[in-house]
């Protein structure tokens, strides 16, 4: 049968070019990059080029840039680290209400921890007010994390807007940028962000390794004791393999960068226009221009999104209903809870994210698949009876 991948913003397959630099660094290139003999000193010597060329394509300089296993570990490092270094500044942390687990949970252990929380409310879009971040400002304020880009609906952050708004009051601004490391040009000479945060595996990278940007003069405790790695802030032998993948991995996303972000858009208009036409009651999520190139968002009244992945994933295709982290739990997301949407509507959503590797015959099989699906279902659902008997 077809096999239809539409989950790249859960993670994306390692590129075979990503993967050809990474396997010399698991056999003959093993060394470890703290050791002085020559295998030791290449594997450090590659390590470093490889920071060098991701904080080329960022434009920062690679003492900003550290190593993490993944963007969660960068999340967290950034706004527990900046609480605990800022805490005799004051106890109050900015964010909003539709950030990535990893950056929620660490606000709510932070609020057992004392520290006073705004979670900020985001539009119909959701999109996040700069208005609201400065009312929100208190003398207290230590820190604002905003992240980027929505990794469930795909909205683009205002994070210039905010971030100015941060300078300005001298608050440590911090976004997670995972979503929009190789899907939107990132300059960090010109953006207004003391912190940002990565991972390689949504940039058809490997698991298992990202990074913290982290800007000069920005004082952040260690994360791990041990050993001298990452200048001493988080000690452990060096994921070199996975450090050079994701550098080759952030090469490819920024050289074909133009071409990979307009083929995107354009399968992406054409599935969400397709998907309108054919399959009433449906709305998309998130803004139609403010949004990540491969991000499909849709709402089906009436019927369960559990039902249509499990419906989708019979013909081949995958696809989710939330978020990854979300899904087996039969609340609806935060993110479509905070958007406004009731519970009938957000419990039928399904979120279709493409990538490089889909086609347009990828695209054609959805469109052909999908609609006779959500009508099966919705002829199943009393809720879609009652709704039709009512007219
Ligand atoms: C995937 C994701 C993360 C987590 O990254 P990991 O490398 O899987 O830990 C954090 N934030 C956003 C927005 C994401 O999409």
Redesign the pocket.
Known sequence: MRQVYMDY???TPVKEEVLQEMIPYFTEKFGNASSIYSTGRQAKHEMDAARKRITDRLHCAPEELYFT?????A?NWAIKGIAKARRSKGNHIITSKIE?H??LHVCETLEKEGFDVTYLDVDAKGFVDPKAVEAAITDQTILITV?Y???EIGTIEPIVEIGEIARKHQIVFHT?A??ALGNLPIDLSQLPVDLM?F????VYGP?GV?ALYVRKGIRLPNLIEGGAQERRRRAGTENVAGIVGFAKAVDLAYDHFDEHVERLIAMRERLIEGLLDSIPDTRVSGDRKQRHPGNVHVCFKYIEGESILLSLDMMGIAGSSG?ACTSGSLDPSHVLMAIGLGHDIAHGSLRLTIGDFTTEDDIDYVLEQLPPIIDRLRRMSPLYEQAKGAE
Do not use: L, P, R
């Open positions: 913003s859960a993670t296993s993944g963007g969660s570990e999340d990535h990893a950056v992240m880009i929505n990794n997670d995972v979503q945060s991972s390689a595996h949504k698991k990202g978020s």
